[in-house]
Each structure stands twice: as C-alpha cells, then as structure tokens.
C-alpha cells in the first residue's frame, strides 16, 4: 500500500533534482540534499520510500503503510548547511528578495544563532518587528497555550483574546474600534478603503449632493507598503513603477512642507492624508510639531481624514507607545502592524467612531484577521510594553545609543547625520551604507538600511540592554573603514 505525505517544514517544497534516486533508504542517506527523515524513524518496518520528480515534487511517498497511522509527526529537518538553503531557495522562490548569505536557526533576547552556531546581535529586530526580542517566555507560553486551545476560526464567529485586545488597543488612544489584520500593507489598504467609504457616505448626507472626496495625499519618502492602494501611496517610484496603473488619485508632497500640503488638501477632493510621524523606510525623519498640527488643522476645514502610520514607529519605540503622543496632534485613523504580536503577523487600524460607523457588514474582512493566537501574543507583548518603566527604558537607551554613536562615530567623514527617536536611529552617510552593512554581518551585527540605501537603520528589540548597545556601536565603528 503507498501512502502518500505533503511535508510540513518548507524544505518539503524542494525542488528535486533530475539525479535524485527514486528509491532512497529512510536515514535519507541517498537524498541528493542530505536531509533527515525524522519519521517513520528508523530502524522501522517502512523500509523504502519513493521520491518522484516532475510533477510530483515535494512530496514523499511511503512504500507500506507505517507502524503508527500518525502521519503529522512527519517532518523533513536541518539541511545540513547553509549553502545547501541558499541554494534551494535561489531556484525555489520567486526572487523578490536580495536576502544575505545567512541562515538563523535560533534566538534568544537580542541574540541570534545562525546554522553554523555563530551568535549575532540583533539590532534590526525583523525590521522592526521583535519588540521583545526572540523567545521571551511570556509570549512563547502566550502563543502556545493559545495555540493548544484554539488556533483559529474566523471572523464568522467571536473569540476572547481579539476582544481582549481590542479593548486594550482602543483604551491606549484615540480611537473607538478597531479592525484586524495582517500586515502593515493590509491596514493602510483597510484605511484606504475606511476613508472612501466615509466620504460617500458624508457626500450623501449632505444637504448639497456632491461627488465624494476620493483622492489622496502622500509625503515623499513615505513608505505605507506593497498592495496596489499602500503602494500608491509610497514615494519611491522605483517600488511603484513596475506595477503601473497602481490607485489612482495619490499627490506626494514634500515631507515637512505645511504650505504645500495645505495648498492641495481641498474639500470635496482629498478623502485623506496619510503620514508616518516618524519616517522609518524613508530614512528615518521626524515629523515637526507644527507640521502635524497645521494637517489637522487642514483636514478638519476641509473634511478630509488625517490617517497616521504607526506600523513602524509605534507601539513603544519612539519611547511612547505611540509616536504621535509626542505632538499632541489625535489622528482620525492610525495605522499600526510590525510589533504588535512580538513576531506573528498582524496588522490593525484604530478608528474613530464618526468614520468606523460608517462602515458596514460585509465592507471589508479577512478570513486570517484577528485569530485567537496571535491576539493572544499580542497582549502578551502589550503587557510587557506596558509595565511600568519599560517605556522610559527605551527613551533613555535611545539617547545612549545616538550619543555613543555621535561620540564614536560622529566625526568620521562619512557620517553626514545621526538622528532618530528612541529605539528608531538613524545614521545618514555621504555613501552606500551596504557595505557597512555587510561588514557588520561578517562581526556579527544586524543592521539594517533605510532611504536611498545610504542611511544605516537601527531598530532593536526594544529589550535591548545598555550592554548590548555598547557592543553594537563598537562593532559598528570596526566595521565603519569598509565605507572608505
Ligand atoms: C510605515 C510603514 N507602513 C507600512 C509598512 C508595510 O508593512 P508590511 O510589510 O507589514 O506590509 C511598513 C513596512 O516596512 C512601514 O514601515
């Protein structure tokens, strides 16, 4: 009898190479890639399995029916080096991605482990993402003990943890509801769509009928992400161009220019301005006081919504939790994502309750959105954002961090400016900061890029210690003769 399995872990997409032996013992030592079969674990009655090529890749067929009918403890595990998953995935991903030659197995805290065991400190945190570093033990038990219970079920029916979280979301600002859903991009797309709708409905309510407001205004070097709607509303052309016609009706005006924005914010035409508060793809550029104020000032002659950006720079690490807490200036939406379940995707918008009751059922949904486990790490990670202290902790490890990298790195020829807030810096340089980047990687430093490529990004766990923020910038200004 031939039982056949579709392996979990990703390597089970493998493509198979011509030369791969149709029939290969269970230790896998015949595999071509050398990876393990963990189960049926030999020694075992199954003896054979058939691998097929051509149409049937990735799959693995068991020759007899195995001594436990358990077939979900299947798994292929560790190929066994890092130039065998690079190479793998050089000819199985659609190549999006100009990913570094490094493989990362494990974490813990601000640390990472590579395949090779080589430790690496963390101060990209997966883009903004690890707030509580890797493995902290609340939210693995969060996102575990939830997971044992009750994963998911969509939006068809209620659970507790998307309540719960709601509830805490809408106690920590402005906003009356909440939507749910996966990513950055999703959320911005949600308030695109959010605006549209309120607009109409207002031009209907009207006591003149007319057309609704249904266009937008955008900043240059703003980043909302890659749907068709985010994407219009990004400034680099070179992520928007190749996909043209993306929505149409999106004005970019220069960041920080009041006047300008003020001159094309008009009733009856801009449904929208979205913002990021502090500029994180862009290359990191804090709003000004006034320039936030003057918007909503603006929007609200005109009955335009002012839409915040948060996925980036909210949720703790400007040192608030949320980075517009700094202006005194309330968004009529915001949207947040990156941190928010501590590494699990999820995005979300907060809404005010004039725009949220204009949205119906049915207007928008996600079949993902919102799912029991990762609102459940999501608390978790609020917990810990919110215990008293932490966030005066980032504050003040931000000011270390940008005065030990002025201090040590503020005079090199290269270095044009520091900036930033909080746990969100960024070093401006007169060059590429690639190769800085790279050479960082070999010493066992993640940072990341931001701007036009010539800003060093850095975006740590918000757990960071002092310790590790020292080690950092001397790693760093090691690293800083490769810009030469
Ligand atoms: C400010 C901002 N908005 C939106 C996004 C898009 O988020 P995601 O990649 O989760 O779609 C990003 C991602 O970097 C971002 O920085």
Redesign the pocket.
């Known amino acids: 009898m031939v039982s056949q399995v579709a392996f979990s872990s990703p390597v089970a997409h493998f493509k198979l190479p011509s030369t791969v032996p149709l029939s290969c013992n269970l230790t896998g030592k015949n595999f071509a890639r050398s990876f393990r079969l963990t189960y049926p674990k030999p020694p075992c009655a199954v003896s054979d399995i058939l691998v097929s090529s051509g149409e049937e890749e990735g799959k693995v067929r068991i020759a007899e029916t195995p001594p436990s009918p358990n077939f979900t403890n299947v798994s292929l595990l560790e190929p066994s080096s890092t130039d065998d998953i690079i190479e793998a995935e050089s000819h199985l991903f659609v190549q999006t991605y100009a990913r570094f030659p490094v493989v990362f197995v494990k974490g813990h805290g601000c640390k990472l482990y590579d395949v090779e065991g080589k430790e690496y400190l963390d101060m990209s945190a997966g883009?903004?993402v690890n707030a509580l570093g890797h493995g902290n033990e609340n939210w693995v038990k969060a996102v575990s003990e939830q997971a044992s219970v009750l994963a998911h079920v969509s939006n068809l029916y209620h659970s507790e943890p998307q309540v719960k979280l709601a509830k805490r979301l809408v106690e920590s600002c402005f906003a009356d509801r909440v939507f749910f859903c996966n990513?950055?991009?999703?959320?911005?797309e949600a308030a695109v769509k959010f605006a549209r709708k309120y607009q109409r409905v207002k031009a209907k309510k009207g006591s003149e009928l007319h057309d609704p407001a249904t266009e937008f205004i955008a900043f240059t070097n703003?980043?909302?992400?890659?749907?068709m709607g985010?994407l219009a509303l990004t400034s680099k052309e070179k992520y928007r161009a190749p996909f043209e016609p993306v929505m149409a009706g999106v004005q970019f005006i220069e960041f920080g220019n009041l006047e300008a924005a003020q001159s094309v914010i008009q009733q009856g035409k801009t449904a929208a301005v979205f913002v990021?508060p502090v500029?994180?793809?862009g290359g990191i550029f804090r709003a000004m006081d006034s320039f936030l104020k003057g918007l909503r000032e603006s929007c609200d002659e005109a009955g335009t919504l002012l839409v915040f950006?948060?996925?980036?720079?909210g949720l703790g690490r400007t040192g608030q939790l949320w980075a517009h807490e700094a202006y005194d200036v309330q968004p009529d939406m915001m949207?947040i994502?990156?941190p928010l379940a501590g590494g699990l995707?999820i995005?979300a918008v907060l809404v005010k309750e004039e725009v949220a009751s204009t949205i119906e059922f049915g207007d928008h949904g996600s079949t993902f959105a919102g799912g029991p486990v990762v609102c459940h790490a999501a608390l978790a990670v609020l917990d810990h954002i919110q215990k008293p202290g932490f966030l005066d902790r980032v504050a003040k490890n931000g000011q270390l961090l940008q005065s030990l990298l002025r201090a040590k790195l503020g005079s090199n020829p290269h270095v044009k400016a520091i900036r930033g807030i909080g746990l969100i810096v960024g070093i401006e340089l007169d060059v590429s900061a690639t190769p800085l980047v790279k050479s960082a990687l070999k010493k066992g430093l993640l940072i990341l890029t931001a701007g036009a490529g010539n800003i060093v990004r850095l975006v740590p766990p918000l757990i960071i210690s002092e310790q590790e923020i020292r080690s950092g910038v001397d790693i760093l200004c090691e690293c800083i003769s490769s810009l030469d």
Not at 183 to 188: H, L
Not at 222 to 227: A, E, N, P, V, Y
């Open positions: 883009i903004a990513s950055g991009t999703e959320a911005n703003s980043f909302h992400g890659r749907t985010a990021e500029q994180g793809e950006d948060e996925v980036q720079c949207t994502a990156k995707p995005g």
